[in-house]
């Protein structure tokens, strides 16, 4: 057992020996011993021998493949970067669920304030539409009421028969059924101040015109500063877009909305026709103050004045037209 020993000893001091030499040069002086190939060679090294020997010393079967194994073993892989990588692809997964959180919450916000934006919109349309039909409804009331004593004029037709004509048949010697005649309604006009003075006005105006120009018996004018009392200057009504003179207006009924810029043309208008004058003029307290009316007073217009701020004044106005 002690030779033994001493035979394994004397191989370790072998390799150390080469370990201590480092060259290939001084390895040639040394016999490399070859594996042995099968069970008689290892009898004649002895190796079979010694290994059995060494007290609990494995199989050599066993041992090489303990070996094999060992080598075939991987050696652990640093999985720092793997794991910064998975924590970095869980973090892009939770700001990508908090952006899309965030944009949910955004999108549901946008429809909030696309269905709050909706609501009113409808609100508004709903109230726009109720102020249109009761305007409308104040100023058939007022045309009805400033048109009942017109009694219209005379043209060509059928409609009615025509009394001075059958009287004086007896004389002209006229057919019977050419005896007949229909009756044109005079119509209503309404001037509307769009200057720039009334631009606070301006919509209120407007609706007028859009109701009026519903009716078939109003004619509407553009009066801004009022009208042009010239005869060679003419007035413009936007029913049919065609230019009238100031004596167009002689006898007719005259509904004007505007301030006092226009004050000398509506007192001149009063002497001819009848005026109905809504005043939204809040800048003076009477007609002589504005150097643009001549010198005239509110006590020289002829017809019917009102004081008409706003819309409500004209819905309470209505009441009080004669």
């Not at 810029?261 to 509506?266: R, V, Y």
């Amino acid at each position: 057992m002690i030779r033994e020993w001493q035979k394994i000893l004397s191989e370790f001091e072998v390799f150390e020996v080469l370990s201590e030499v480092g060259t290939h040069d001084h390895v040639e002086n040394f016999d490399i011993v070859e594996p042995a190939a099968g069970e008689d060679q290892q009898l004649n090294h002895g190796g079979d021998d010694v290994c059995q020997d060494v007290e609990n010393a494995p199989p050599l079967e066993e041992a090489i493949g303990k070996e094999q194994d060992n080598q075939d073993f991987e050696k652990p892989t640093d999985n720092t970067n793997e794991n910064e990588n998975e924590n970095d692809s869980d973090n892009d997964n939770d700001n990508d669920n908090d952006s899309t959180d965030n944009a949910d919450e955004s999108d549901e916000l946008n429809n909030d304030e696309n269905g709050e934006m909706n609501r009113r919109s409808l609100y508004e349309e709903a109230i726009e539409a109720l102020r249109i039909r009761r305007l409308r409804s104040a100023f058939a009331t007022v045309i009805s009421k400033v048109a009942e004593d017109l009694a219209g004029y005379d043209v060509d037709g059928d409609d009615l028969w025509d009394v001075e004509a059958l009287m004086t048949r007896r004389f002209t010697n006229r057919p019977l059924y050419s005896c007949r005649k229909s009756l044109e309604k005079e119509k209503v006009i309404l001037a509307l101040d769009f200057s720039g003075s009334c631009w606070d006005y301006s919509n209120f105006f407007k609706s007028l015109a859009e109701i009026a120009e519903k009716f078939g018996d109003v004619e509407v004018f553009d009066a801004s500063n009022g009208f042009s009392v010239s005869e060679d200057n003419y007035n413009l009504c936007l029913t049919d877009k065609n230019y009238y003179p100031f004596s167009y207006f002689k006898n007719r009924v005259v509904i004007f909305f505007g301030d006092f810029d226009g004050g000398a043309s509506l007192v001149d208008l009063s002497r001819i026709a009848k005026v109905y004058w809504f005043s939204c003029e809040e800048r003076y307290d009477d007609l002589d103050e504005h150097d643009w009316c001549d010198g005239y007073t509110l006590r020289d217009f002829k017809g019917s004045y009102y004081e008409c701020i706003s819309e409500a004044d004209f819905m309470r106005l209505v009441k009080k037209i004669k």
